[in-house]
């Protein structure tokens, strides 16, 4: 077995893994979202409350 080290451009989408202009440019999701789909090669609906993990 070999172990394979990706590229940066293969796993993010971009070369320069700390450009802080591509990172601000990403999309945030509304906090008030109760479930959302995350694009994984597989879609997936992720459900959990996080509110439940915080102090009231």
């Known amino acids: 077995m ?5 590229q ?3 796993i993010i ?3 320069q893994i ?3 202009e ?3 440019s990403i999309p945030v999701t509304p906090t008030n979202e109760i479930e959302h789909v995350v694009k994984n090669n597989a879609d ?3 459900t959990w409350d996080y509110s439940l993990t915080r102090p009231p």
Not at 2 to 6: A, C, D, F, L
């Open 2 to 6: 070999s172990i394979t080290e990706k």
């Open 8 to 10: 940066n451009q293969d």
């Open 13 to 15: 989408g971009r070369d």
């Open 18 to 20: 700390n450009n802080i």
């Open 22 to 24: 591509a990172i601000l």
């Open 44 to 46: 997936t609906i992720f």
